[in-house]
Every structure is written in structure tokens, then in C-alpha cells.
């Protein structure tokens, strides 16, 4: 047994319709989506890291607002925060909310401390829900990335990661994506991001 969560996510070939058109088949609820732009701030040097490495190296500033979905409130405004905040100030909470215009003075801060801004991201996300799943299948159109699925289940917590990660890919192809197979391995974002050039690996939370 393990305590690690597999979390696929697969970089998809055809366009976005496309997708929404198999989950709608397989009596998927559009639940939420929303725009989000993400800004990685480190001091460390992120060659040789996997992906979630990379990430828990991060503080991260995120910028999110909703448009649409079952789940949606109505509220379209912005939703400015910073998360994993605790690695560069132990005397902050790790996720705390702020208005946008206070970001420079973080960021002069930052600076004094040499933490420096390696990624930039936005993106458009838009989750689904099949049956009483207790998470979401993810597609995300990822700018200069391209269109991921992004999927993981509670169901499967605790099990050995490879046969976290096979169930995952079979109840994927039992919904419909059929292009998806034990072989295909997942787009680690951050690392192509940093690389230039697309990494992949078989588990995107590793």
C-alpha cells in the first residue's frame, strides 16, 4: 500500500468539442469552469525535479474567476490568493486571500529574498462530473501547453501507483476516451514549461 496519489494528465489530440461531446455521451455534468492564470515564484534551482518537486518549490499566485457550470455561484469576479506561501514566510497561513493590486509589494519581497518568477500560466478549465464520482475529470486548454485531461479518484487512494494508474486509464476508456492507454504517459506541465520541450512521466502529483 501507499500513501502516494496517482493523477493522470494526458495531453489529448483533437480539439475541445470534441472531448465534451464524449463525456456528454457517457452522462457527464458540466459542474464548473473558470478561467486561471498562475504565477510560480522560487529561490531554488528546479534542475532534476519532477513534477510535484517543481510545484512544492513554488509559492504560487493564482488569479481564478468563474463563468460557468452546475456548480457556479454567478460570481465572475477575480479571486486573487497565494498558495504554499509557508515555504517563503513560516509566519503565514499557507493559502490567504488579496486584492491584486498588492501583488508588487509581494513581489518586492520576493525579491529581497531572491525568489524570482520561473512560470507564468493560464489557462481555461472545465470539470466534470459522472455519476456520484468523488472528483472531477479535468480538460484544460493550457496556453503555449495544449488541451490535458486531468484525472484522479479517491477510490483508488492507497493502492500500489501503478495499479492506481491502470484503473485510472480503464475507467477513462470506459467513458469514452479510447485514445488512452496503459502506454500513454502524462504531460508533466511545469517541467516542459521549464525544459522547452515536452516531458512526460506516469504520474503528474509525483
Not at 479518484?153 to 469514452?176: S, T, V
Amino acid at each position: 500500500m501507499t500513501d502516494l496519489v496517482v493523477e493522470v494528465g494526458i495531453k489529448l489530440k483533437k480539439d475541445l468539442a470534441c472531448y465534451e461531446n464524449i463525456l456528454k455521451k457517457a452522462g457527464a455534468i458540466n459542474t464548473y469552469n473558470c478561467e486561471t492564470i498562475d504565477l510560480y515564484y522560487t529561490d531554488k534551482n528546479l534542475d532534476g525535479m519532477s513534477e510535484k518537486q517543481m510545484k512544492d518549490a513554488c509559492v504560487r499566485y493564482r488569479m481564478s474567476r468563474g463563468i460557468s457550470g452546475e456548480d457556479f455561484n454567478g460570481d465572475e469576479n477575480w479571486k486573487c490568493y497565494f498558495q504554499n506561501y509557508q515555504i517563503f514566510d513560516h509566519n503565514h497561513c499557507d493559502e490567504f486571500p488579496l486584492d491584486h493590486s498588492h501583488l508588487g509589494e509581494y513581489e518586492e519581497k520576493f525579491s529581497e529574498s531572491k525568489f524570482g518568477k520561473i512560470f507564468a500560466t493560464s489557462k481555461m478549465d472545465y470539470q466534470y462530473r459522472i455519476g456520484d464520482m468523488k472528483s472531477r475529470i479535468q480538460l484544460q486548454d493550457i496556453k503555449d501547453v495544449g488541451l490535458l485531461l486531468y484525472y484522479d479518484n479517491p477510490d483508488y487512494y492507497g493502492q500500489e501507483l501503478e495499479e492506481q494508474r491502470k484503473n485510472l486509464i480503464a475507467e477513462l476508456r470506459l467513458y469514452g476516451f479510447e485514445e488512452i492507454d496503459d502506454n500513454t504517459l502524462g504531460l508533466d506541465k511545469l517541467r516542459t514549461l521549464y525544459y522547452k520541450k515536452e516531458c512526460y512521466s506516469k504520474n503528474q502529483n509525483a
